[in-house]
């Protein structure tokens, strides 16, 4: 699943399809808009404001994402060491962000009118942190190297 935060579509329509177009761009699929189902003050946040916009890949789509996010995406980060082990959560999902969408290649630089942060959560059904690590170690996910 790849979720990409719009918060500042509240104030600007033009944001909102700036943001869809790239995370169709990344992804190759339509995105699915989330709304807030209730006002929260603190966050200044009201019933239905648009949240975020989340893809979920499956099949095909989904081996060529992951095909691209450890080819091309992770070498591209700064000081990339490999993935912490530490993101998996309780149930054998693996979490992690990209802080810069610019990293993906579909994304035109003189578009893109912000910087904005890609999360990514890899969901598998097992049962454990370890068959999951396993699983994804036989994909070719590059973990970092234990002390």
Same mark, same amino acid.
């Given at each position: ?37 209730? &006002? ?11 949240? &975020? ?37 309780? &149930? ?56």
């Amino acid at each position: 699943m790849v979720n990409y935060r719009v918060g500042e579509a509240r104030e600007s329509q033009e944001s909102l399809t700036s943001a869809t177009e790239e995370i169709s761009a990344i992804t190759g699929q339509k995105p699915k808009l989330c709304k807030a189902k209730k &006002a929260v003050a603190a966050f200044k946040i009201r019933q239905n404001d648009p949240l &975020a916009l989340k893809v979920t890949l499956r099949g095909q789509r989904m081996y060529d994402f992951v095909e691209k996010l450890f080819n091309l995406i992770l070498p591209r980060l700064r000081d990339f060491k490999g993935m912490p082990l530490n993101a998996f959560d309780d &149930a054998g999902n693996y979490n992690l962000t990209i802080k810069d969408q610019t990293l993906f290649p579909e994304i035109n630089l003189d578009k893109a009118n912000k910087i904005r942060s890609v999360q990514i959560t890899i969901k598998i059904n097992t049962s454990s942190k370890e068959d999951s690590k396993m699983l994804l170690s036989a994909l070719g996910f590059p973990f970092e190297k234990a002390n």
